[in-house]
């Protein structure tokens, strides 16, 4: 029983429930309120790390919390071990990084943008710790709903457009888990994820067969694998840019997971392949991942484009994920890793970078280098690191997938990887040298920039939004030098992930 | 693309989705009988160990407490988005409401519908019931008034603030029964042993009534913020 984890739960809820209060009383407060409350999730993470530094060593970490004190089978069990606590540690500070970088970039609305961030935060928490099958899926409704509403948040037509989208392909995907997790409980008359894993080989293979693909197609909706990836890109264009930095940075990864948990955990793996699917998946997240990287070199507007190539990566991080190899993991994980930071430093430089120009498109880029040019350089530091440039965090990531692919003899995914990295040359290239041309104001576009409305009208602390952009740039240059920071780390979740006897038995054995 | 083209695609894509749904049900062997499982331990002894006459509402609020925590967030979350997206500077349509007849007769009947709302909620452990569903039969009442009295009238005696503060009241009530847990129990959402008494009587159960009286009206106050964001008026140019 460690009550820190319960803890890192209800300190985001907690301040997502004070926030319509705090509002009431002084607005002015909020901003200090919302501090507070990512600095207590930070003191808790921190405290937990340091509190257990011998038994990372010793690979015998393990934390859980029984929730009213009801033993495993019958009550909802709270799990952390080494691969939750990794995600743990990425995604809290990823939502640190962005909730500052908000403090500086929402202007308005700010109370209930902050009650949904920090929704949002609990429910990716909660969807990392858990181990209830049906205690997942409410998380997951929660990020659905929360995200959705967020997507929106500029209340145009286009917005609200995506927005519905988004809300309608996954609520279906919900549905769809909640059809399986029905499913589960009528045949094994439990919803423990170990108790569960413990009989799942027993079933006939009729029912598994239905099972793993009710939770498949649910989680391919959810990460934007090939057949269903097409609400992806336009939500993450039409939401404001620190909503698309946790789209893109958290809840894709967060997505990711759930789909080792329950993949691994849940059904195991050796049921998977004696079902045959598991060469079908990697093909399927291959080509993903080649649609991804076609469209991104067709698109035309850069956040679009960025959401093209993260459909690329997800693709190809689940393809090596499901090589099953040590090799595999060591890359993908730390894949996600990178892509978690890259990603989200993208899109927040493209928040700074886009306030002034009129749209999106590809045309609109122009002079942008010119007219913020440190926050550029960071910009292009990140671009190169999604390419795969040498000294950058991007590039290790990548090198240890494309090994894994090799040593597994699978030679379309060491093609797919090379083919990214390549058509990514070319689709950055591009919006680099367009960043940098010289643009000659007319008279006629002076009247056209003043009286076209910018995108976004007010940005009022540029200071904090262009630092948040530095730290991202920092952190893929420090870790990409760094990157054997990640090795104890990466063995842990690893062995979390291939070790399936001992996560059931310390569940189940309290 | 033409019109046909594309119906044609949408039918063969409808159709394909069909026959995929289709055969993955076929898959599912014949219904041969539930697996008990942990059905049978709450069956047997969920009133001994809650209190609460219920079964049901010993699982939602007692041994599964924090999956309702985490559903009655969903419609926190829910509403704080819907305020977010249609939420307007302007008071709501007004209106003049029914005719005279429709306005006495609903005034005479307000008072029982509250008062089965609060029956519904407080019963929540004896009888079908609790916290949602009570909650809603509330909220059913603020909708009524702004149809038979119009849409003004209830928004001047309920400000939204009031609304606001009543429905984090109730999550708050929730999440702070769950820490007393922690302090007096010594586990997050335990049933409050002190709190017990005498089966079957109205004070009795534990923390389970509370709970439902939080809730309750969380997803009152939050249904009827939700439905006087979506009467608001809209116009062009509001941010």
Known sequence: ?510 | MNKLVKKTLITAVLAAAAFALYYNFSLLPGYQDLEKGISDYIITYGLHDTGSLNLITAVLYDYRAFDSLGESTVIFGAVSGIVLILSRKMLPVSSKGLSFIVKRTLGIMTPFIALFGFYVITHGHLSPGGGFQGGVILAAISIIFSIVYGSAFDYRRYSPQTKTVLETGGALTFLVIGLAGIVMEGAFLKNLGFLTAERGTLISAGSIPYINIGVGFKVGAGLAIIFYSMIQKTFEEDF
């Open chain 1, 1 to 510: 029983m460690d009550i820190k984890i319960l803890f890192l739960i209800l300190v985001p809820l907690g301040t997502a429930f004070l926030i319509p209060l705090i509002d009431l009383i002084n607005a002015k407060l909020r901003r200090f309120f919302v501090l507070l409350g990512v600095l207590l999730e930070s003191y808790l993470i921190i405290t937990i790390i340091t509190g257990n530094l011998d038994n990372f060593r010793n690979g015998d970490f393990f934390l859980q919390y029984f929730l009213g004190g009801w033993r495993p089978p019958l009550g909802i069990t709270l799990a952390m071990d080494g691969l939750s606590l990794l995600f743990v540690v990425i995604t809290a500070v990823s939502l640190f990084l962005v909730v500052i970088y908000s403090i500086g970039y929402i202007g308005h609305h700010e109370g209930k943008y902050y009650v949904l961030y920090f929704l949002i935060a609990a429910a990716s928490m909660g969807a990392l710790l858990t181990a209830d099958l049906f205690n997942i899926y409410v998380f997951i409704e929660m990020l659905t709903i929360t995200s959705g509403a967020l997507i929106g948040f500029k209340r145009s037509e286009e917005a609200s457009a995506a927005a519905i989208k988004y809300l309608i392909y996954n609520v279906l995907a919900g549905l769809l888990f909640f059809l399986g997790v029905l499913v589960v409980y009528f045949n094994l008359g439990t919803l423990n994820m170990a108790a569960v894993a413990q009989n799942f080989a027993d079933l006939e293979s009729g029912i598994q067969l239905f099972i793993s693909a009710i939770f498949l197609t649910s989680i391919l909706i959810k990460m934007g694998i090939f057949p269903f990836l097409f609400w992806l890109p336009k939500s993450y264009d039409t939401a404001p840019s620190p909503v698309t930095a946790v789209l893109s940075g958290i809840l894709s990864k967060v997505y990711l997971y759930i789909f080792i948990r329950i993949f691994w955990t849940v059904i195991g793996f050796e049921v998977i392949t004696s079902l045959n699917l598991n060469i079908f998946l990697i093909d399927l997240a291959l080509f993903s991942s080649f649609l991804g990287h076609v469209f991104a070199l067709q698109s035309n507007n850069i956040k679009r484009l960025l959401g093209y190539s993260s459909i690329g990566h997800i693709g190809m991080i689940t393809a090596v994920i499901l090589l099953n190899t040590e090799a595999g993991f060591y890359g993908g994980i730390l894949h996600i890793i990178s892509h978690m930071f890259m990603k989200a430093g993208l899109f927040v430089a493209c928040g700074y970078l886009l306030q002034y120009t009129r749209s999106h498109a590809y045309g609109d880029f122009k002079g942008v280098g010119l007219r913020n040019k440190s926050v550029f350089i960071a910009f292009i530091a990140l671009l190169l690191s999604m390419i795969g440039m040498p000294p950058l965090l991007g590039f290790a990531s990548k090198w240890y997938v494309l090994m894994a692919f090799l040593e597994a003899r699978s030679y379309f995914g060491a093609f797919i990887v090379i083919f990214g990295s390549l058509t990514a040359v070319i689709y950055y290239l591009r919006y680099i040298a367009k960043g940098f041309e010289e643009v000659k104001l007319t008279e006629d576009d002076l009247k056209e920039e003043v009286f076209s409305r910018p995108l976004l009208s007010v940005l009022y602390r540029e200071k904090i939004v262009s630092f948040i952009t530095y730290t991202y740039a920092a952190i893929i240059i420090g870790f990409g030098v760094g990157f054997r920071f990640f090795d104890l780390p990466l063995k842990m979740s690893i062995n979390s992930i291939m070790n399936v006897e001992r996560y059931i038995e310390l569940v189940l054995g309290g």
